[in-house]
């Protein structure tokens, strides 16, 4: 890609051989990016041992998922479930995901890793639909994950071993991922959406976004960044987030605001007629059972009618 990885056109071209070779050792047809090839060399010891843990953990079921709520801020009802994945690192503390996710994408386990979640939250959505609830289950996809040939098809089978529909997931991808690679990226966004499957833009606002593309992508949900939420507390942070909700109204995108902390940034939300809320005050990411009283109950966290 151009600046990134090379700044002539030569380099670029020797950028995307030495990318090409890299995907033919890792067992060919498959997408590379130079990038990750880059990061893949840089692989320290540490990192290559952590990899063989995460293999193992991939394999002996060592991977558990959490669910956070998506709650509706003024009455606390919740309106679908994020499954985050989880890692206990042995010493009764967990690996961050911010440190498995990219180490996953770049070691190319990340879709081992996402059909793992994924059956494990689609288990437990399926426990759930039994019990009368009716609210998606959120599942975060990563850029690999998007451009494999067999991911859809990992996707239906899923959903037909717990009966379940595409109706019941909505896919999250991030904005950096919806809108790189283009035209590939809208075809396979388009063909999620074909089969029923809802898409949610993530971590908006923090990537390459480019609004003169926003319109085209069939999204039907767009979260907005916690690092917004977080300036909430002043004027300018509040006019970014007016512009941005206001944004996502006129392309008719519900809206989901991310990292909401506390009672303060929850009404700014409100205020600005943001309904839909994710963040530590009302619950963080819990287990299965405690996700379903919630599913159930609502968060005992709710704001008064402003
Ligand atoms: P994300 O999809 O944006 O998920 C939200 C992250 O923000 C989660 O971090 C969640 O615990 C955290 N969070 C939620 N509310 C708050 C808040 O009020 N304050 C703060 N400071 N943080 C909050 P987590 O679980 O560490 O996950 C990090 C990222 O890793 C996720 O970001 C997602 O991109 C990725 N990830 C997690 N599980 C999976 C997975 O199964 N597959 C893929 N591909 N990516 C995953
Ligand atoms: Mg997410
Ligand atoms: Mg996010």
């Known amino acids: 890609v151009y600046p990134n990885d090379a700044s002539s056109a030569q380099d670029l071209l020797s950028a995307a051989d030495r990318t090409m070779y890299h995907a033919k050792n890792n067992g060919r047809n498959k997408v590379a990016f130079c990038s990750d090839s880059a990061h893949l060399k840089a692989l320290g010891r540490e990192q290559l041992l952590l990899k063989t843990r995460l293999s193992g953990a ?121 809108l790189t690679d283009y035209a590939r990226q809208l075809r396979h966004l388009r063909q999620l959406v074909a089969t029923g499957f809802r898409i949610a833009i993530d971590d908006f606002g923090t990537g390459y976004s480019s609004l003169s593309q926003l319109h085209e992508i069939p999204a039907q949900l767009l979260k907005i960044d916690a690092s917004f939420s977080r300036r909430l507390n002043t004027e300018e942070g509040r006019s970014v987030m007016q512009a941005i909700v206001q944004l996502g109204h006129l392309l008719k995108l519900d809206i989901v605001a991310e990292g909401v902390e506390s009672e303060e940034i929850a009404r700014h939300l409100q205020q600005l007629g943001v309904r839909r809320m994710q963040g530590f005050y009302f619950s963080e990411a819990v287990p299965a059972n405690a996700a379903g009283l919630m599913l159930r109950l609502g968060v005992t966290r709710q704001l008064n009618p402003p």
């Open 58 to 178: 991939i394999q002996d079921n060592g991977l558990q998922v959490f669910f956070q709520p998506i709650v509706d801020g003024g009455s606390g009802a919740v309106l679908a479930l994020e499954a985050l994945a989880r890692w206990p690192d042995g010493n009764g503390g967990w690996v961050s995901p911010d440190i498995f996710i990219p180490l996953a994408e770049k070691t190319g386990q990340i879709q081992e890793l996402s059909s793992c979640i994924i059956g494990q939250g689609l288990t437990q959505l399926a426990q759930w639909r039994a019990e009368g609830l009716q609210q998606p289950l959120m599942v975060n996809i990563s850029r690999s994950q998007l451009f494999a040939p067999n991911f859809v098809t990992m996707l239906v089978e899923q959903l037909r071993r717990c009966e379940l529909h595409p109706q019941d997931l909505v896919l999250e991808i991030t904005e950096s991922v919806a």
